[in-house]
């Protein structure tokens, strides 16, 4: 286990490398951030070729991002362009808002889509399934910032019981745990269906169920356990994506989270900002994809790395 965790952590660091090198060059041809940053303003050319020296803009590319890989090992990427405060800094400062938003909509989509599944999956065909396959393709084919809208729409602007945006009480993070945990809750539901309805045709859940063994707990201590394994890998890529897929949610609530953050500074160009935004997203992703592939064991002995 230690040498298999050791390998992904060497993997994940390829990755992270690999993302760092797309950010970069994609900042690199969106162009010159010191001429959007003064865009309208009467500067000369003297000055901004002082304040590319002054930012560090003004050697080469390659010697640029060698300059902020170094800085990388260090824990340093560089200032904002604009506040000239660590842009490490700046995101994680926003980190806890996105993780409370994130987990708060991970939250209710698990809640809704765990009993939808294990409904639709023990009775099959009936008027309950039928239901929570139609929420399952509702959720799927419903776009966030659409919803969103709506939600806000409804139950801030016509009925006043919740605040449109910000940030700082429970109220706030219910429309958007909504809008964005609606679309895994979709997935999660229709896939612990298939997977519980694949579960309970097996012949160990057929005999004890012959043998007169209560139902529901037969499908919460064998089926359930056993159906949950790919479940787990959804769940663990959706917490990901969502950590690093909150861009469209937060924007539309005024959330101040990671994503609006890296919204700003992509209008700003602040190209360390949105390096530091990237980076952190991936590493929380690669993270929560660890520790799913760690909790495989768990879930069932017979895996073995």
Same mark, same amino acid.
């Given at each position: 286990?230690?040498?298999?965790?050791?390998?992904?952590?060497?993997?994940?660091?390829?990755?992270l490398?690999?993302?760092?090198?797309?950010?970069?060059?994609l900042?690199?041809?969106?162009?010159?951030?010191?001429?959007?940053?003064?865009?309208?303003?009467?500067?000369?050319?003297?000055?901004?070729?002082?304040?590319?020296?002054?930012?560090?803009?003004?050697?080469?590319?390659?010697?640029?991002?060698?300059?902020?890989?170094?800085?990388?090992?260090?824990?340093?990427?560089?200032?904002?362009?604009?506040?000239?405060?660590?842009?490490?800094?700046?995101?994680?400062?926003r980190?806890?808002?996105?993780?409370? &938003?994130? *987990?708060? $909509?991970?939250?209710?989509?698990?809640?809704? =889509?765990? @009993?939808?599944?294990?409904?639709? !999956? #023990?009775?099959?065909?009936?008027?309950?399934?039928?239901?929570?396959?139609?929420?399952?393709?509702?959720?799927?084919?419903?776009?966030?910032?659409?919803?969103?809208?709506?939600l806000?729409?409804?139950?801030?602007?016509?009925?006043?019981?919740?605040?449109?945006?910000?940030?700082?009480?429970?109220?706030?993070?219910?429309?958007?745990?909504?809008?964005?945990?609606?679309?895994?809750?979709a997935?999660?539901?229709?896939?612990?269906?298939?997977?519980?309805?694949?579960?309970?045709?097996?012949?160990?859940?057929?005999?004890?169920?012959?043998?007169?063994?209560?139902?529901?707990?037969?499908?919460?201590?064998?089926?359930?356990?056993?159906?949950?394994?790919p479940?787990?890998?959804?769940?663990?890529?959706?917490?990901?994506? &969502?950590? *690093?897929? $909150?861009?469209?949610?937060?924007?539309?609530? =005024?959330? @101040?989270?990671?994503?609006?953050? !890296? #919204?700003?500074?992509?209008?700003?160009r602040?190209?360390?900002?949105?390096?530091?935004?990237?980076?952190?997203?991936?590493?929380?992703?690669?993270?929560?994809?660890?520790?799913?592939?760690?909790l495989?064991?768990?879930?069932?002995?017979?895996?073995?790395?």
């Amino acid at each position: 286990m230690g040498r298999y965790i050791l390998n992904r952590l060497l993997q994940a660091l390829f990755v992270l490398l690999g993302v760092t090198v797309v950010v970069f060059t994609l900042l690199q041809v969106a162009g010159d951030p010191v001429l959007i940053m003064m865009s309208g303003t009467a500067i000369s050319q003297s000055d901004l070729q002082a304040l590319r020296r002054e930012l560090g803009l003004d050697a080469p590319a390659v010697v640029r991002f060698l300059r902020f890989l170094g800085g990388l090992a260090r824990g340093d990427l560089g200032p904002s362009l604009r506040s000239g405060r660590p842009a490490l800094e700046l995101v994680l400062e926003r980190m806890p808002a996105t993780l409370l &938003l994130t *987990g708060a $909509a991970l939250a209710f989509a698990l809640a809704v =889509a765990v @009993p939808v599944g294990i409904v639709s !999956a #023990v009775r099959p065909n009936g008027v309950l399934d039928l239901l929570g396959r139609t929420l399952a393709v509702v959720g799927q084919a419903t776009p966030v910032f659409w919803l969103g809208l709506m939600l806000i729409l409804l139950f801030a602007v016509r009925w006043g019981w919740l605040p449109p945006g910000g940030y700082g009480t429970w109220a706030h993070v219910v429309m958007p745990a909504a809008a964005l945990g609606l679309y895994p809750m979709a997935r999660i539901s229709r896939l612990l269906r298939s997977s519980l309805l694949d579960v309970v045709r097996q012949d160990y859940i057929r005999t004890a169920l012959a043998k007169g063994l209560d139902e529901p707990r037969i499908i919460a201590r064998h089926a359930l356990r056993n159906a949950t394994i790919p479940v787990v890998t959804i769940v663990g890529l959706t917490f990901g994506g &969502l950590i *690093g897929g $909150a861009v469209v949610t937060e924007t539309v609530f =005024a959330w @101040p989270g990671v994503g609006q953050l !890296a #919204v700003q500074a992509i209008y700003n160009r602040d190209a360390n900002v949105v390096q530091a935004a990237v980076l952190v997203g991936a590493v929380a992703f690669t993270l929560v994809n660890l520790t799913v592939d760690v909790l495989y064991a768990a879930l069932d002995p017979r895996i073995r790395y």
